[in-house]
T-cell receptor, first 110, second 117 residues
Framework: DAKTTQPNSMESNEEEPVHLPCNHS???????IHWYRQLPSQGPEYVIH???SNVNNRMASLAIAEDRKSSTLILHRATLRDAAVYYC???????????FGAGTILRVKS | GAVVSQHPSWVICKSGTSVKIECRSL??????MFWYRQFPKQSLMLMAT?????????EQGVEKDKFLINHASLTLSTLTVTSAHPEDSSFYIC?????????????FGSGTRLTVV
C-alpha cells in the first residue's frame, strides 16, 4: 500500500477554517484518497474520499493536487467537536483494506 | 447511513479465559469485514480480513489460533480472543465494507475495550 505522511498535530481556533495536509508522493493512478477521523475511545468515522477531483460533503471538503501527490482536508468552521485524530489513507480501487498511518491530532481551542 | 454495531463495548476477563466480540452490519450486507487492534496513543493496526463464508486472512504477526474470526453471514463477524492474557488488553475495532450506489463504504464499529486481569 502506498504511504501517506501527515503532521503529528495541528491546532485551530474555534469557528475558523482548518486545512489538514497529507502527502502521498507514491500514489498510483488507481488509489482512492480516504479521510477518517477518530474521537477518543470510539471507532473511526468516515469523513470524505476522492480520486482525482475535489470533493465536498456536509462534513468537509477534499482538495486534491493536480499531480495527486498531496491532498488537503478542509474543515470550513472548526468546532470543539471536530477535535480528533484525522487519518489520510490510500486504497487501491481493486484493493480491499484500509491501512491506517499515524494520523494528525487536531486540537481546537475555544 | 450504514451502521455497524459492535458488542460488547467493554469487557473484563480473567487471564486464560476466552472472549467473543461481535460485529454486525445493521442496514447493509457486508461482503468483507475487518478487525483492528489499537493500543493507547497508537494508530489502528489491521489484524485480519474476513470474507463471508471463507477463512479469514491474517496480517503478518497475528496469531490465527489465538484470534479466531468467524464470518458466518453477510451481516455478522465475530472475533474470539482465546486464552486471553494481560498483553491482549487493547481496544478492538471492527469495520465492514459494503457496496452502495456511490461506491464502497467502510463503516466502523464503536470498538470494544478488552481488559484482561
Amino acid at each position: 500500500d502506498a504511504k501517506t505522511t501527515q503532521p503529528n498535530s495541528m491546532e485551530s481556533n474555534e469557528e475558523e477554517p482548518v486545512h489538514l495536509p497529507c502527502n502521498h508522493s507514491t500514489i498510483s493512478g488507481t488509489d482512492y484518497i480516504h479521510w477518517y477521523r477518530q474521537l477518543p475511545s470510539q471507532g473511526p468515522e468516515y469523513v470524505i474520499h476522492g480520486l482525482t477531483s475535489n470533493v465536498n460533503n456536509r462534513m468537509a471538503s477534499l482538495a486534491i493536487a493536480e499531480d495527486r501527490k498531496s491532498s488537503t482536508l478542509i474543515l470550513h468552521r472548526a468546532t470543539l467537536r471536530d477535535a480528533a485524530v484525522y487519518y489520510c489513507i490510500l486504497r487501491d480501487v481493486g484493493g480491499n483494506k484500509l491501512v491506517f498511518g499515524a494520523g494528525t491530532i487536531l486540537r481546537v481551542k475555544s | 447511513g450504514a451502521v455497524v454495531s459492535q458488542h460488547p463495548s467493554w469487557v473484563i476477563c480473567k487471564s486464560g479465559t476466552s472472549v467473543k466480540i461481535e460485529c454486525r452490519s445493521l442496514d447493509f450486507q457486508a461482503t468483507t469485514m475487518f478487525w483492528y487492534r489499537q493500543f493507547p496513543k497508537q494508530s489502528l493496526m489491521l489484524m485480519a480480513t474476513s470474507n463471508e463464508g471463507s477463512k479469514a486472512t491474517y496480517e503478518q504477526g497475528v496469531e490465527k489460533d489465538k484470534f479466531l474470526i468467524n464470518h458466518a453471514s453477510l451481516t455478522l463477524s465475530t472475533l474470539t480472543v482465546t486464552s486471553a492474557h494481560p498483553e491482549d488488553s487493547s481496544f478492538y475495532i471492527c469495520s465492514a465494507r459494503g457496496h452502495t450506489g456511490t461506491g464502497d463504504v467502510y463503516t466502523f464499529g464503536s470498538g470494544t475495550r478488552l481488559t484482561v486481569v
